[in-house]
């Protein structure tokens, strides 16, 4: 079975500042990717960024970027120069990259505030 | 491009009633899938649907609830009869292809509340 771990409820982040946001995960899959997506208050969830588990660089997506240890068993979302719209949850999701794999499993996310 | 459409949108019932959520994936894409989310139980997948056809319906709560596909464009999610413990927002997310690293793109969801 595949677990995400978001370990921060709540972070604030000064305007124009880059924050970074946590995500463990547990599996048994050699393989497998890893996506972002981005709940604003308006309800809708956004897709940010993917990294699958085999890709020999970190994923970067415009102004997130995905900061990927293997070893760990993360997959940190950096984002720069923080932009008041950035203030939304923020949830991690694990799916087995394999053709025909449909199972995510979300985390249960992090609320960014951003201060201006 | 018009991305996934979901209607309606807020929907509030009576404990009882039957309850109809509609769902027009992206053009083109073949995988769909239902997910409900609460606070308490976070984002969880309902069924999965591929080319029209349900392929996991673990999630699905009890026989209350059932989902159709009856072609490409178009599916529904029904509860009958509600239940206040079914007040959620219900996603609808469709992607192309059956590759792990395709992107499932969601629809606005839909709040519904039970009373």
């Known amino acids: 079975a595949q677990k995400i771990t978001q370990t921060q409820p709540g972070m604030f982040v000064q305007e124009k500042e880059a924050v970074t946001l946590d995500c463990t995960y547990d599996t048994s899959d050699p393989s497998y990717g890893l996506f972002w997506y981005k709940q604003p208050s308006s309800g809708e969830m956004i897709f940010l960024i993917y990294q699958g588990s085999y890709d020999q660089q970190n994923a970067t997506e415009g102004r997130y970027s995905l900061n990927f240890q293997k070893a760990r068993k993360s997959a940190n979302l950096v984002i720069s120069a923080s932009q008041l719209g950035d203030s939304a949850m923020y949830f991690c999701?694990?799916?087995?990259?394999?053709?025909?794999?449909?199972?995510?499993?979300f985390g249960k996310g992090t609320k960014l505030s951003v201060i201006p | 491009d018009a991305g996934v459409i979901q209607s309606p949108r807020h929907e509030v019932t009576e404990m009882g009633q039957e309850v109809t959520l509609r769902c027009k994936p992206i053009s083109g894409h073949n995988s769909l899938f239902w997910y409900r989310q609460t606070m308490m139980r976070g984002l969880e997948l309902l069924i999965y649907?591929?080319?029209?056809?349900?392929?996991?319906d673990s999630g699905m709560p009890e026989d209350r609830f059932s989902a159709k596909m009856p072609n490409a464009s178009f599916s529904t999610l029904k509860i009958q009869p509600s239940e206040p413990r079914d007040s959620a927002v219900y996603f609808c997310?469709?992607?192309?292809?059956?590759?792990?690293?395709?992107?499932?793109?969601f629809g606005p969801g839909t709040r519904l509340t039970v009373l």
């Open positions: 997310a469709s992607q192309t292809g059956t590759s792990g690293r395709n992107e499932q793109f």
């Open positions: 649907f591929n080319n029209n056809v349900p392929i996991d």
């Open positions: 999701a694990m799916r087995p990259p394999g053709a025909g794999s449909y199972q995510l499993t």
